[in-house]
């Protein structure tokens, strides 16, 4: 805790606001100085520390690929290169095994969720209080470090994947055949296309959703949890190293979630693009 | 947690990144990871190659030196063959030039002998006259008896 004077009720809220850059109400722009004052932005407003992060982490990503990519040999690989031909290859696979029909985007696609999204979590196993107490050193008032942690980062890149669904779904069935899956499926009867439609919208946008809020649950929570724990290193010398035994157990455990969540994250990208790409009836 | 614009940020940047990573990033590596495993396969099949004919060599080998074995045993054969047959020549050889000179020998004894029993006859004639006369103290007309002196000649 940064200091006596706040509350825990503080300390959580500090923690899960983002500093969002927008109009604020006296009309100008800036940084919102609460959660409150970031809401009455709106719609146009920016989570400035997500982004950031979020394009930071990408540009680790691209930048390391980028240079293995370049000095890639068919030679004997180095170090950076063998390590990068690993998860090429492991996606390579789970993009084969999954997806049949020919399409050049799936894999990279399916790359670049998976270790973008595996970095971004992997912020989640910085001790919490260490970036945010910086930037507040530095005189930033909020700094999420977490990007998966923010919906509107999960969301985004759920919809983007919900783009390529609609747009494969148009291309390799055409219009009406797309139409006619959402109508006239499960049951093929025209009085049966209200039920079908039903059906079908509901599943088709669960797919987004599900995919967005998953991930966005699952690193809420796990956050969630190491903010807990943090809150008991200012309970005294026996909370200090309970917490410091369950943050260690909690870090451990969410190595396996982080990689998990990102590998299903890429994974589902996949099935729902093999399956917009499902020409055949079934 | 309210949604807002960084929604349409971080598609944007997606969809950057995803290009990114489509354009400059895995063709590449796939490209080199491709070229790498037919290098290795052709490795492998270079080495199964070598290998089968290492093993048709070593047969080879194995049938050319089992060739070669006959062959000098055959020779060793014939020259052992051949070493005998030259001995019972030269043994034949030195057989017949031994008769040969055997044969040569005795007919010079046999010659000898004759012109020795030529000379004796011629004497023994002589000789007996020689004693007649000595017997009788007279002189013999050895022509008045030459055919008793033959007769008696002959008989030596």
Known sequence: ?282 | MNLNATLLGQSITFAIFVWFCMKYIWPMLGTAMRERQEAIAAGLRASEEADQKLASAATNAESEMAAAKEEASAIIEQARSRANQMVEEAKDEARQEGQRILDAAKAEIDQEMNRAKEALRADVAALVIAGAERVIEDNIDASKHDTMLTKLASEL
Not at chain 1, 140 to 154: A, C, E, L, Q, R
Request: with cysteine.
């Open chain 1, 1 to 282: 805790m940064s200091s006596g004077t706040k509350t825990t009720a503080d300390y959580i809220q500090h923690h899960l606001t983002n500093l969002t850059y927008g109009q604020l109400p006296d009309g100008s722009w800036g940084f919102a100085h609460s959660a409150e004052e970031a809401a009455q932005m709106g719609f146009w407003s920016i989570n400035v520390d997500s982004m950031a992060w979020s394009i930071g982490l990408g540009l680790v990503f691209t930048l390391f690929f980028r240079r293995a990519a370049a000095h890639a040999t068919a030679g004997v690989p180095g170090g950076l290169q063998n390590f990068v031909e690993m998860i090429v290859e492991f996606i390579d696979e789970t993009t084969q095994s999954i997806f049949q029909h020919k399409n050049d985007l799936i894999a990279p696609l399916a790359m670049t969720i998976f270790v973008w999204v595996f970095l971004m979590n992997l912020m989640d196993l910085v001790p919490v209080d260490w970036l945010p107490e910086l930037a507040v050193l530095l005189g930033v008032s909020h700094m999420k470090v977490v990007p998966s942690t923010d919906p509107n980062i999960t969301m985004a890149m759920a919809l983007t994947v919900f783009m390529l669904i609609l747009y494969y779904s148009v291309k390799c069935k055409g219009a009406m055949g797309f139409i006619k899956e959402l109508t006239l499926h499960p049951f093929p009867s025209l009085a049966a296309i209200p039920v079908n439609f039903v059906l079908e919208f509901v599943s088709l946008i669960a797919k987004p959703l599900s995919l967005g809020l998953r991930l966005f649950g699952n690193m809420y929570a796990g956050e969630m949890i190491f903010i807990l724990i943090a809150l008991m290193f200012g309970g005294g010398v026996a909370f200090f190293i309970f917490g410091g035994v369950l943050q260690w157990v909690w870090a451990v455990f969410h190595v396996l979630v982080i990689t998990l969540q990102a590998f299903i994250f890429a994974v589902l990208t996949i099935v729902y693009l093999a399956q917009a790409h499902e020409t055949e009836e079934h």
